[in-house]
């Protein structure tokens, strides 16, 4: 079953902090994946999208990785600010389909 | 937003009663998806739409129904509503569907509660 999981549930850091946040997938044959940000009351917004070819990238103080022999991506989040407190949610796309599978997300809270 | 709006945003609704969801698009994307996000759950496809009146349906499909008569509105019905329904519902977008680095861009959410 494609599957997307997510850890930590959740993460406390102060502001200033670097955090890294995990995302394990069993969905096959692999497609793209993607990170979002989720602010409170509002709709997922698309941080990075990576394919089989890429192994990182970058959007500002955000950035992916991707390791398609294991499965795995994980987001860094360098020099936290407190408008980083958001959800972030892994997403994950089959080859052809065009539909998404989402995990259900990291917490993330920064603290002055 | 990405020029996709909502409506309503929030509404409460008895058990047994339709209700009907709006998605409106300014992008002219080809595709459209209806999500709904629950708490422990990621966000589940509804039911989504590659072109005028070519809808498919989704994980959670049961309960729901869709319509798409124009490219840029995309409807979500529930014909009875039931309980297990409150959630927040999300339409998304997407030019070229879900492959490769196409983008997938959210509405601001609609919070739905029945009662």
């Known amino acids: 079953k494609n599957q997307v999981e997510q850890s930590p549930q959740s993460l406390i850091i102060l502001e200033g902090k670097n955090c890294t946040l995990q995302c394990n997938y069993t969905v096959s044959p692999f497609s793209n994946l993607r990170w979002y940000k989720q602010d409170t009351g509002r709709g997922p917004v698309s941080l990075t999208i990576m394919t089989f070819s890429e192994n990182t990238k970058s959007n500002g103080r955000y950035t992916a990785t991707l390791d398609a022999d294991t499965k795995q991506s994980s987001l860094h989040i360098t020099a936290s600010q407190l408008s980083d407190s958001a959800s972030y949610i892994c997403?994950?796309?089959?080859?052809?389909?065009?539909?998404?599978?989402f995990g259900t997300g990291t917490r993330l809270q920064v603290f002055p | 937003d990405a020029g996709i709006t909502q409506s309503p945003r929030h509404k409460v609704t008895e058990t047994g009663t339709p209700v009907t969801l709006r998605c409106h698009q300014t992008e002219n994307h080809r595709y459209m998806y209806w999500y709904r996000q629950d708490p422990g759950h990621g966000l589940r496809l509804i039911h989504y739409s590659y072109g005028v009146k070519d809808t498919d349906k989704g994980e959670v499909s049961d309960g729901y129904s869709v319509s798409r008569s124009k490219t840029e509105d995309f409807l979500l019905t529930l014909e009875s509503a039931t309980s297990s329904q409150t959630s927040v519902y999300f339409c998304a977008i997407s030019e070229y569907g879900a492959g490769g680095n196409n983008e997938q861009f959210f509405g601001p959410g609609t919070r739905l509660t029945v009662l």
């Open positions: 997403v994950v796309s089959a080859y052809n389909t065009d539909k998404l599978i």
